[in-house]
């Protein structure tokens, strides 16, 4: 990748941090992480929106940003997708690495790094040539004009928050909310049918790091006692996770229906919109199902709950894994489990990191939300999320 020279900065002398600045008519954001890592910032893109409402905001993100936001009502004005670079994305099959840096003809009165630690984050930000950027800052990254330091564990929607509070951009809520199109809700219905009164429920058992993953087999008991309670239950995959929503499909004994591949993001988000209850493993559709509005019951590790779990319990309810130790050689892991990718990995072992999660008590909260959604209480409306 080759990284062009910053142009030169317009902008008036920055007001004091904290403050709101004047003459911001372009704002970049990079994050370009994966679905749920997009859900997290969310909260900060409409205290930005908020804070600049006539200013542009450039997402600078990956394809699947750029697929999920076209044409979506938000805070984000467009979506450009960042070249492939090791820190900051991975190439999608067929793309290659590499590319020009920053794009040609761009300029930016702000850009603000909401996209990790800042060690390969910050440069990419500085080069964008905006004479103010803002961002995290680890040990190992260099700095911006305005930084808050990365801490790991922090609730990653508050973390974000912060950072755009150094330009003055008030949280105006602190839940991760994503709009509904209608379009989205057409692909849903177009695949599994029009709403027929029937609670629908998503059991979701893949994550893309195995340690994040619940047994199948609780899977199934779940949604065993979702079906007796009278829900519609669908398993729902992508298409590496095929084997592991057939298993969960198998091992029921009441009919599920196996979704897999057959739904575009927005597909997945008119789905969870429509459903009574999501059960997840932490997850990216765990966290889109929230910002849509479904009822959640997630399964996550201790230390990826204190930083990405919801604040809020009226619909949802996250279910914590306390093991630390790795369960094939019993070393302290909780150094590699996401915080350190840089340091030294204590082990190699890939095992679920989340089993000792008893099936009882996803069950009963499943259960639970399944109830207060049939008593009205708590129950999402499609129509109140601004469905156009």
Not at 26 to 33: E, F, S, T, Y
Not at 156 to 169: H, N
């Amino acid at each position: 990748m080759t990284m062009a020279s910053p142009r030169p900065a317009t902008l008036a002398e920055p007001a004091p941090a904290g403050a709101r600045q004047s003459g911001v008519a372009r704002i970049a954001v990079l994050r370009a992480n994966a679905l749920g890592d997009f859900m997290f910032s969310l909260p900060a893109l409409d205290a930005l929106r908020a804070a600049y409402p006539d200013a542009e905001i450039t997402l600078f993100g990956g394809p699947m940003h750029a697929r999920l936001m076209a044409g979506r009502p938000g805070p984000v004005d467009r979506v450009l997708v960042v070249p492939p670079s090791p820190g900051i994305r991975e190439p999608e099959p067929g793309e290659s690495p590499g590319g020009e840096w920053p794009p040609p003809g761009e300029r930016f009165d702000l850009a603000v790094q909401l996209h990790g630690g800042g060690r390969n984050a910050n440069p990419f930000v500085r080069a964008l040539g905006a004479p103010l950027t803002v961002g995290l800052r680890a040990p190992d990254a260099p700095p911006l004009d305005r930084w808050i330091p990365y801490v790991y564990y922090q609730p990653e929607v508050f973390r974000y928050l912060e950072v755009v509070g150094l330009v003055g951009a008030r949280p105006v809520g602190h839940e991760p909310g994503l709009a509904v199109t209608g379009q989205d809700l057409l692909e849903a219905n177009a695949v599994v049918g029009e709403p027929t009164g029937t609670p629908r429920v998503v059991l979701h058992p893949g994550a893309s790091d195995t340690r994040r993953r619940w047994p199948t087999t609780r899977f199934a008991e779940v949604g065993d006692a979702l079906a007796d309670a009278g829900a519609e239950v669908l398993v729902t995959g992508t298409a590496p996770e095929r084997q592991l929503v057939d298993e969960v499909v198998t091992a029921m004994r009441a009919p599920a229906r196996a979704l897999v591949g057959e739904l575009s993001l927005g597909g997945l988000a008119g789905l969870s919109a429509g459903a009574t209850v999501v059960v997840a493993n932490d997850t990216g559709p765990l966290h889109l199902a929230a910002a849509v509005g479904a009822g959640t019951v997630g399964i996550y590790w201790i230390g990826n709950l204190i930083n990405g779990a919801p604040m809020s319990r009226q619909r949802h309810r996250p279910i914590a894994s306390w093991t630390v130790d790795c369960p094939q050689c019993g070393v302290n892991c909780t150094g590699d489990l996401y915080p350190a990718r840089d340091l030294p990995q204590p082990c190699d072992h890939r095992p679920s990191f989340v089993a000792d999660v008893p099936a009882v008590e996803v069950r009963d909260a499943a259960l639970e939300l399944l109830a207060l959604s049939a008593e009205g209480e708590g129950l999402h409306d499609v129509e109140a999320l601004g469905v156009p």
